[in-house]
């Protein structure tokens, strides 16, 4: 069997410009979730803010992933409004505290993992990503090789009733333009972006606060066949500054860190953090 081959940018852009695009978009979608609580601040008016996770089996069952940060916000909220729910996707009540206990977290990591089942997955509509990689952790991305990633947006969620959110999925595609031994940034030029869902390009400044701790995934092909290999947690992503200078017109950086720090059985690996 020969080595798994990560894909270049030339081979990226033509499968992205392709119907396989779509569906590979589709299928980075398809392994994570919007994470969000509704609340009741202090005015009486009921927000809702979220960000996102997503469910992975690395060979000992299936946990989910998202950002300490996210986590963070939640315990932010609760101090100061009344949180009314705690949900995941369209359906599943989360409980922290309960079955869906955190099995790790680390703030400066800003990785943090939660018991989840499989059937709970799949009755949100989801699955668990697992991946090509002979063992845990996978290889790490080759750069200036291809790379997917998804989230929820924020910006694109929706109330369409008194019950009733709609979020938004904001998938993407690039190269794995900085690999560390930390971190993985992605820079997207947005005279190179195609509009491959059909549903048009977010504006500039546009604000993707909530896909943190979504997924960034390595795309690999092995004797022909393509597959997927987790490459890291978005950390950060290409939210607006209003600051002057402090954001560069037509290029948006997504961050995440590496999934080496994650261990098959869901707890965290700082030993590669000062190496």
Known sequence: MTDPTQIDEAEARRVMAGGLGRAELEFATSVCAPLYWIMRAADGGVRVRNGT????DAGQGVFGVTAAHVLAGLEADRAVNT???VQLGTELVLDFEGAHAIIDRNDELDIATFRISAAEVASIGKAPLTGAQAAWPPAPPQQGRGLYFSGFAGAGTLWLASNEISFAAAPGGGVADVVGRRDIWTVFNRANWIDVMGVGIPPERYDFGGISGGPMISVIERNGVRSWALAGVIYEGPNPSTQEGAAI???ETIRARRAHFIRSDGTLDLS???V
């Not at 996770?53 to 992975?56: G, N, P, R």
Request: proline letters at 0%.
């Open 53 to 56: 996770a997503f469910f992975l």
């Open 83 to 85: 949180v009314l729910a």
């Open 249 to 251: 017109e037509g290029f």
């Open 272 to 274: 590669m953090w000062d």
